[in-house]
Structure formats: structure tokens, C-alpha cells
């Protein structure tokens, strides 16, 4: 009897591999035709359809908030396993509260004005020609993200308001929370006669469905990351789609000589501790040196909240507690419970610390002086600056845009939050009576 070779262990599962891959570039390739066919039906649809898509998918979102729930704590459980750190958990974790903010936040982007078919510019020509820049969908966007189920709804919702399809890939560790949530993004779109294909969740963790997307540009318009460093680096490395995203949110509050103390303990204490692991959180305090009395109680307030911080020598002058500050935290956004601190000759000096170690994203000065003031929004260069207040307010919500998708420290537009208005590009429109050009 012959024996039947078989191929090495090795071989063979590379084999399965390969098969795998291949299965998921398929899938994906399906994915963005049906979203293109999707993306041409939604340019047309009027926007009471659309945002009576988006109020039965708020109502879907409420009716399935148990289901919601419960695949939420399937997801924390095997994150709490992988021992991931707290402000993952905090952006993974739902609770009714957080629901019931998600179902609100598609009502507001229904009650958000159509961005479609608005005239940006009109000008006449001495021939007679009239032209209209007029705003148009992008047609189909790419939105990878991590661990924020939330972003399902926001990315599916503010697509849908700016007719646009989209194609969400969501983290491993949100996967249970996103397909929930997109079930309640389907009944929204059934419920309004809109095809089910202009928001597709990708149906698989596997990290090659990352890699399919950012290679599919005849069928997807715009790439958008939302995430941590790694994956940034990684959609910005390997995309032949135009990307929108931001690399880090290293951002940093300056409090000036002419602060208000009572209002510089508020802000710097909320801008850093209201929720660590956003993008907008400060990173960063600066301090002017005329103002370094006021330093001590601001560091007690941070490291009674629980902070822990690191300064350089004449912040560790003033509290034992604080530990010494590396080079690198001055370029470190540490989405966690912890602030570097460093004390500044003046406004100008901050300008140079934020314009050589920010991200772009977000920066803050709290002062009276309204001279400082101006210098420093002129003068850094940051998407979002901000004058007494907390970088916190670094949302799109929080603008009133509804949602956002994400901040863009691009330098080409969208820059800053990223609503239905900036997932929108425009088109000429001439109309004549019958010019030709001699």
C-alpha cells in the first residue's frame, strides 16, 4: 500500500494561514463594494430619511440596552483577564448611564443641521457663468478604533448624518459591545428604508481585516484611526488612503504670573483628573515662576485626587511627594493618573516647551492678561487652544457638533474635532445659457 505524504506540521498550518487571509481579503472586498453601492444611495437620500435613521437607532439602542449590557460585561471580563490598565477599562466599560449617553448623542446628531447641499461660495463671471461650491459626502470612510464601544455609535451616526457609508472595524476588546451596538445601527437603517450596508461592522478580530481595509482604495475614501500610538503609527505607515487621525494628545495647561488662583487649582485639577485616558486630558502643567506660590496647594489637590507627579527640581522643592521628572515625560501622553510639572520664565518660554514637545492637539493658559492671553493662541501651534479652561472640553460634543468621530492634529483640513460637517468635501457647480470658450 503507497503512503499518502503528508505535509510538515509547519507547512500546513501556514497553508491555514494563508487560507485565512485570503478569506478575510474576500470578505473585505465584499465589504466595500456593497458600502459603495450603499454610499451612492445615501448621497441622495434626503435628510429627513437619514435623520429618521438615526432617531430609530437612538430608540434601538435604548430597547437593546440589556443586550448592550450584557455583551458589554462579556468584554470587560476578558479584559480584566489581560490585565489591561484602568483607563482601558474606563473607555471600555458601559454602564446605563453611558447607554442612555450614547442613544442621546444620535438624537443630537439628528438635530444637527444637514451639512449636505450647503453652498460654501457663489460668484458670478463677466461671461455670465455662475458657480457654487457646494458641500458633498466623501463617500465611504474606513474608522478603525480600540476599546471604545461608544465609537460604533458616534462613527456609524455621524457618517450616516453626512451620507456617507462607512466600514467600522472595532478593537478585540470591544468586540462583543460593538456588535450590540450595531445591531441597534441596522434596525435604525431598516427602520428608515436605507440599505444595511452603509454602516458594516468587520465580523472578526483578526489583525490581516486591518491590513485588507487600508489596502482597499477603489472602494474606501478616507481612512480613520482611533486609538493608541501603535495603531496610528501603523494605519499611517501602511495606508493608500488619505488618512484623518492624530498621533497622541500630549496636551499641556500653562498657568501664568496673572492667573487667578482659585480658578488655576479648578482647571488644572479637572483638566488632569476628570477622566484620565482621553485625548484631551493634560499631561503637562506648566508653571510660570511668578506664579509658583500658587503651586503647592495645586500639587496638593492633584496628588489628594490620587495623581501621581513628576516635576523638575523647583516643583520637587516644594513637596516631597513629587518624584523627578525624566526627558521623556515631557513627551509622554500618559492616558493615566499621572502629570509632569515644570516651572517656565513666562509665557514665551511656555510657547517654546508646547511648540517643542506637544502633539498638536490641545493647549491651555489661564490668565487675566489678556496680552499673554493673545500671544499664546497666536503663537502655539495646536488644532485646539484654549484660554481659561480645561483641555477637557477637547470634544466634539462639548463644540456642538453632536459627536465626533476623533481630533485631527492634521495639518490639512479637517483640524480639530471631526463631526458631520468635516466628513463632507464639496464640488463646483457652473451653470450657464449657453457660454462657449473662445
Not at 76 to 86: T, V
Not at 119 to 135: C, K, S, Y
Not at 259 to 288: F, S, W, Y
Request: charged share 25%.
Amino acid at each position: 500500500m503507497a503512503l499518502k505524504l503528508m505535509p510538515p506540521p509547519e507547512a500546513s498550518d501556514a497553508a491555514r494561514d494563508a487560507a485565512a487571509v485570503s478569506e478575510i481579503a474576500a470578505q473585505i472586498l465584499a465589504m466595500g463594494k456593497s458600502a459603495r453601492a450603499a454610499a451612492s444611495f445615501l448621497a441622495l437620500a434626503p435628510a429627513e430619511t437619514r435623520n429618521r435613521a438615526l432617531l430609530a437607532a437612538a430608540a434601538a439602542i435604548r430597547n437593546r440596552r440589556g443586550e448592550i449590557l450584557d455583551a458589554n460585561k462579556q468584554d470587560m471580563a476578558a479584559a480584566q483577564q489581560k490585565s489591561l490598565s484602568a483607563a482601558l477599562l474606563d473607555r471600555l466599560k458601559l454602564d446605563d448611564k453611558r447607554v442612555e449617553a450614547t442613544a442621546k448623542g444620535m438624537e443630537e446628531i439628528a438635530a444637527f443641521p444637514d451639512p449636505l447641499g450647503t453652498v460654501l461660495a457663489e460668484w458670478a463671471r463677466p461671461n455670465g457663468l455662475t458657480i457654487q461650491r457646494v458641500r458633498v459626502p466623501l463617500g465611504v470612510i474606513g474608522i478603525i478604533y480600540e476599546s471604545r464601544p461608544n465609537v460604533t455609535a458616534d462613527a456609524g451616526g455621524l457618517c450616516l448624518k453626512s451620507g456617507n457609508a462607512t466600514i467600522l472595524r472595532g478593537g478585540s476588546e470591544s468586540f462583543h459591545s460593538s456588535r450590540a451596538i450595531h445591531g441597534a445601527l441596522t434596525d435604525g437603517l431598516r427602520a428608515a428604508n436605507l440599505p444595511a450596508e452603509a454602516i458594516q461592522l468587520v465580523p472578526t478580530t483578526d489583525r490581516a481585516a486591518v491590513g485588507e481595509m487600508l489596502r482597499l482604495n477603489d472602494y474606501i475614501d478616507i481612512i480613520v484611526p482611533r486609538g493608541g500610538k501603535g495603531l496610528i503609527e501603523r494605519v499611517q505607515n501602511e495606508s493608500r488612503i488619505p488618512v484623518i487621525a492624530h498621533l497622541d494628545g500630549n496636551c499641556h495647561t500653562y498657568v501664568d504670573g496673572a492667573a487667578d488662583p482659585a480658578m488655576a487649582r479648578q482647571i488644572v485639577l479637572n483638566a488632569k483628573m476628570r477622566r484620565t485616558g482621553v485625548c484631551g486630558a493634560t499631561e503637562t502643567l506648566l508653571m510660570d515662576r511668578r506664579a509658583i506660590a500658587q503651586l503647592p496647594s495645586i500639587l496638593n489637590d492633584l496628588a489628594a485626587a490620587g495623581c501621581e507627579i513628576r516635576g523638575d527640581g523647583e516643583t520637587r522643592a516644594l513637596d516631597p511627594r513629587v518624584r523627578p521628572a525624566s526627558e521623556a515625560d515631557w513627551d509622554t501622553e500618559f492616558l493615566d493618573a499621572i502629570i509632569a510639572v515644570k516651572v517656565v520664565n513666562g509665557v514665551d518660554e511656555a510657547i517654546a516647551h508646547i511648540n517643542r514637545h506637544g502633539s498638536h492637539h490641545t493647549e491651555a493658559i489661564v490668565t487675566d492678561d489678556g496680552d499673554a492671553a493673545r500671544r499664546f493662541i497666536e503663537r502655539v501651534d495646536a488644532a485646539i487652544v484654549m484660554h481659561n479652561t480645561s483641555t477637557q472640553f477637547a470634544d466634539g460634543g462639548e463644540f456642538g457638533m453632536g459627536a465626533e468621530i476623533g481630533i485631527s492634529t492634521n495639518r490639512l483640513p479637517p483640524r480639530g474635532p471631526v463631526g458631520a460637517e468635516q466628513l463632507t468635501t464639496y464640488k463646483y457647480v457652473l451653470r450657464g445659457s449657453g457660454q462657449t470658450r473662445p
